[in-house]
């Protein structure tokens, strides 16, 4: 009965605890909410903390290396790709059939023109020319007996002994033994000329390549082969091509005077030779809407060799007094070539993106036409984290870095900015080389080399520990 009793409050009480326990964790999860949204908030708050002071004090000025636009004289060249030509080329080939008894030259020998290259058997056409020779007596003979019968006639003609039919008839006949003799001689000449074809001399100065026929073949005049291809390579030619729309310039500047063109080798790393215009071909190909241009070189060091691939550049003309800036200096964007150009000093200097107008970029340099000044500062290496506006830390090329005190590596680099005028110490990043003077934090970076050492400045991607 007691025990009925005890069931009977304890299930009339355990509704009224669980409400009690509900309403518990959802005090406790209350808690948990708000206070996660006030951790949120502060951290909010710190973060708008933070970008205030940022603005109010910008970022790190970013390191660059800069250079000024300078004004000198500038070559114009016209650059197009050409093959070297030898100035003659000629297949020797032998006009008389025979056997090659001698060959007269070796290969790669520089020969002179009339050189012997090669002997035939002369025999035979020696034989030929000895019987015409004899044919040649044996008519003269009968035209010295023809000549004293005429005479005879002429007497007897005289005397009214012979008719005029006679004397007319003596006379066509030494007519015709003289034109035997004449005949005769022209076939002497003939096999004369035969007789020196048998020696083949070379019909140009040049240089001969690889003989062709050896010494005892069997050779025709009609033969497909020569015995040896001679090039002349002193002088010799380029052939290259160049836009059809430089044609009026450049016949333009031939009015004044034959402009030069350099033939530099395949991987522009120097100039071979020079030379000067030579022609100009007679029409345009309208397949590649170019001109066919040739150019004529001494060679007198043989640096240029038929076949060839060269760099061919027409000089133009000289710009007087044209701005040139290194061609790293030229970045080139949507709207056309620009350059950074810097201004102010100090901590007030900044980086303005510039439209420019590049004539032309040769080599490592950049004649411009509009858009900087001589004397105009502007940013040769770095440009990859400037924007228009950006502070910048400046450092000449070639080493020129800031004294700065700071301690950190440079970007990363193997060697840091040192405590003194650019004194290079082993750094603690790793990655490239850094020239002395480079300013940054003792994390790694990949900072930009030879810019003034701040103390406590860092370049992009370094962490900053002051001392």
């Known amino acids: 009965m007691q025990k009925d009793n005890f069931d009977a409050r304890r299930s009339s009480g355990g509704p009224k605890a669980s409400l009690w326990s ?88 520089d020969v002179k023109q009339g050189d012997v290259l090669a002997l035939i058997d002369p025999a035979p056409f020696k034989a030929q020319l000895d019987q015409n020779k004899a044919k040649k007596l044996q008519d003269e003979a009968m035209l010295a007996t023809a000549r004293l019968d005429l005479k005879r006639e002429e007497q007897l003609y005289a005397a009214k002994i012979d008719s005029q039919q006679l004397y007319d008839t003596q006379l066509n006949l030494v007519h015709q033994m003289e034109a035997t003799v004449h005949a005769d001689q022209a076939a002497i000449d003939s096999a004369q000329v035969q007789l020196d074809y048998t020696t083949v001399t ?47 310039v450049i016949q333009q500047e031939m009015l004044n005077e034959v402009p030069k063109v350099l033939a530099i080798d395949a991987d522009n790393a120097g100039t071979l030779a020079e030379g000067k215009l030579a022609v100009i071909d007679n029409q345009i190909d309208t397949t590649t809407a ?15 060799w038929p076949g060839q691939f060269v760099n061919s550049r027409l000089l133009l003309k000289t710009r007087k007094g044209g701005l040139v800036v290194p061609a790293t200096v030229v970045q080139r964007g949507p709207d056309g070539s620009y350059a950074f ?127």
Do not use: C
């Open 202 to 248: 070379a019909p140009i100065d040049g240089r001969t390549g690889m003989r062709q026929v050896d010494t005892g073949n069997i050779v025709h005049a009609t033969d497909a082969t020569g015995l040896v291809v001679i090039a002349q390579l002193k002088p010799i030619s380029v052939v290259f091509t160049l836009p059809a729309q430089n044609l009026g």
């Open 290 to 304: 170019t001109i066919k241009i040739k150019a004529t070189f001494a060679n007198e060091k043989l640096q240029l």
């Open 22 to 109: 509900q309403m518990v964790i959802g005090l406790v999860l209350m808690a948990l909410i708000g206070g996660a949204i006030y951790l949120w908030q502060k951290q909010q708050a710190a973060a708008a903390d933070k970008l205030k002071a940022a603005g109010r004090t910008g970022f790190p000025p970013v390191p660059v290396i800069v250079g000024k636009v300078m004004q000198r004289d500038v070559p114009i060249y016209l650059d197009g790709i050409g093959t070297v030509q030898a100035f003659n080329t000629v297949t020797v080939h032998v006009r008389v059939d025979g056997q090659i008894q001698k060959v007269a030259f070796v290969e790669g020998q």
């Open 341 to 467: 150009v810097v201004t102010g000093e100090g901590e007030d200097a900044k980086v303005k993106i510039t439209p420019i107008k590049v004539a032309q970029i040769s080599g490592n340099e950049a004649l411009i036409d509009a858009g900087l000044a001589a004397g105009d500062v502007v940013v040769v290496d770095g440009q990859y984290k400037l924007q228009n506006g950006s502070k910048v830390r400046p450092a000449v090329a070639g080493g020129d870095a800031g004294a700065g005190g700071g301690r950190g590596t440079g970007g990363g680099g193997t060697n840091s900015g040192g405590r003194g005028a650019g004194e290079a110490k082993e750094g603690r990043g790793a990655g490239a080389n850094a020239p002395a003077g480079a300013g940054g934090g003792h994390g790694p970076g990949n900072g930009r080399a030879g810019t003034e050492g701040t103390r406590g400045a860092k370049p992009a991607g370094g962490t900053d520990k002051q001392p």
